[in-house]
Structure formats: structure tokens, C-alpha cells
């Protein structure tokens, strides 16, 4: 773990636009869950379409797991806090998510895809991302790769904030995975009692905060745990000062929208209601999950 040189200072911090308390649901075969971004907020924080956070010690929340099924025209990113979470896809792609791991699978024009625990008790601890894809590149061949904890680039501010950089760039510090046209920063960041920590945002982005632990406050707006924090896009604004009074975990996440249309259904994220049908007829049909290529 690097020691970060650079300041980076923000001059003005972005605002909270809203807070945001998340949807207790499930999904897969019955995992209990929260959908901190639902579909309502796809629009607002283009080009994110979903976060899901998961976390709980009780196996039958989430033992049965997330069992065979589809996805096209958008990237998954999931991030495993605690756990064990066995991916197999019909690309013949197999990896072990465990404890500070990163799963990053583009879907593209089509993938079909189980994630099972491997652990019968214990915690289990996560998050899920929806990134879209904009729509000359929905129809391309999928891609993934897993990042054990280790390989996941790291540093430390001068005030001991630890920042793990998933996707994009931090205090000089490129993340494990770019992408051109989204350009999504996705940050992982621990901050002690009494620290602050400055992340420059480029002004036409959208952005928020996920506080799964302790607390924060923005500009002056407090922010508990399990809440989100939509951050304001103001054009005097050069980025996001996080400040916490006591220890606290947030994941910082920001991109570039798309402005294109957004037609979900289920797990088909597409430009167009033909688009759908297509997918539709195609996972019918058998022709939907063809081999990736190589990472």
C-alpha cells in the first residue's frame, strides 16, 4: 500500500442533493437485500442503473444464492466485503470471489451467469453495480475478469484515509479496471475519526456516496449509515469533500452519463422496446450467452 503524495484539493465540495434510504427486496434465489439505486434513479445518475447491498450472518438470508440467469447491454461489478461467491458462466468462465475481491463482467450482447456462496454460515457482505453500456457497444462480445483483494491498487492520505480504486483514478492512482465512454470512478473509502478526504469530480458527472459504515457529512449535510448521497452537479463545484467525526466506510462512485434511453426489463438493459423483444426472443431461442472473449 502506497503512501499518496498529492493533495489533490478541492476547492468547493459538491453538495447532497438528496438522501436516499435504499428498498428491502431479494433477488436470485431468495437473497435478502437492499436496492440502494433502483430503476426510479436511472435517469438522475445515467450511466449507473443499480446498486444492490447485501450483508448478513444469517445463511438462510443468503445461502441459496443467485442461481442461473441472464444479463445484456451492461457491466456488472460486484464487490465482496466478506464471503466466499463461486461465479460460472456459459462463457466457461468459473472464478472464487472472496474477502476484498472485485467481479467485473461486461454482458454485452449476452452472458448467462450463477453466483453461489460457497460458505454455509458466517457473514456475507457486498455490493453489486449496474454500469450501462452505451449503445454501440451493448451488442459487443462479453468480457470478465476477477481481482483478488491484493491486486486492487491502494493508498493512504496523510490523515490516514485508506482508499481502495476500483474503476478510474485517485490521488494519482489509476484503478484496476478503465472505461472510456462511461469513465466511472468507483472507490472504496475507510476513513478514521476525525479525517476528511478530497476526490476531484469532473463537473458534468453524476456521483453519490453509499455509507455502509459509520457516518459522514458533505458540505456540511450529515449522511448515517445505509443511506446514499446524491451529490448536487454544480457547475462552481470541482469535486467532493467527505469529512467524518467518527470511523467511517463509504464507496464513492461517479461517471460520465450517457444521455441515451434506458429500456429495462428485468435483467435486459437495451435502447429500445425491439431491442428487449430481441433479447427476449434470443434467451428463448437459445442464442443468447455465446462464448467471451480472453481477458
Do not use: C
Not at 252 to 268: A, H, M, R, T
Amino acid at each position: 500500500m502506497n503512501t499518496a503524495i498529492n493533495k489533490h484539493t478541492v476547492d468547493t465540495s459538491r453538495t447532497v442533493e438528496r438522501l436516499v434510504a435504499g428498498q428491502v427486496t431479494s433477488d436470485g434465489a431468495g437473497v435478502k437485500l437492499t436496492r440502494v439505486l433502483a430503476q426510479g434513479l436511472q435517469q438522475r445518475l445515467d450511466p449507473f442503473l443499480m446498486l444492490d447491498a447485501f450483508g448478513s450472518d444469517q445463511p438462510d438470508d443468503y445461502i441459496a444464492g443467485f442461481p442461473d440467469h441472464p444479463h445484456r447491454g451492461f457491466e456488472t461489478v460486484t464487490y465482496m466485503i466478506a464471503g466466499r461467491m463461486l461465479h460460472r458462466d456459459s462463457a466457461g468462465h468459473q472464478g472464487l470471489l472472496e474477502n476484498g475481491g472485485v467481479q467485473w463482467m461486461t454482458a454485452a450482447k449476452g452472458v448467462i451467469h450463477s453466483e453461489i456462496p460457497q460458505q454455509a454460515e458466517g457473514v456475507m457482505e457486498g455490493f453489486q453495480l449496474w454500469l450501462n453500456l452505451p449503445k454501440r457497444e451493448k451488442m459487443n462480445a462479453p468480457w470478465y475478469r476477477d481481482f483478488k483483494n491484493d491486486d486492487l491498487p491502494k493508498f493512504v492520505t496523510q490523515q490516514g484515509v485508506a482508499v481502495t480504486v476500483i474503476a478510474g483514478e485517485s490521488h494519482g492512482v489509476a484503478g484496476a479496471v478503465t472505461r472510456d465512454t462511461t469513465a466511472p470512478n468507483y472507490l472504496d473509502v475507510h476513513l478514521p475519526g476525525g479525517s476528511r478526504f478530497e476526490q476531484k469530480l469532473p463537473a458534468g458527472h453524476n456521483a453519490f456516496v453509499y455509507v455502509y459504515r459509520g457516518e459522514i457529512s458533505i458540505a456540511g449535510k450529515g449522511v448515517p449509515i445505509q443511506r446514499m448521497a446524491i451529490l448536487a452537479n454544480e457547475v462552481q463545484a470541482d469535486g467532493v469533500v467527505i469529512e467524518a467525526s467518527v470511523d467511517a466506510k463509504v464507496l464513492l462512485i461517479s461517471g460520465q452519463p450517457l444521455k441515451e434511453p434506458i429500456v429495462q426489463y428485468g435483467p435486459f438493459v437495451m435502447n429500445s422496446q425491439d431491442e428487449i423483444y430481441q433479447a427476449l426472443s434470443d434467451f428463448r431461442d437459445g442464442r443468447l450467452g455465446e462464448p467471451a472473449q480472453s481477458a
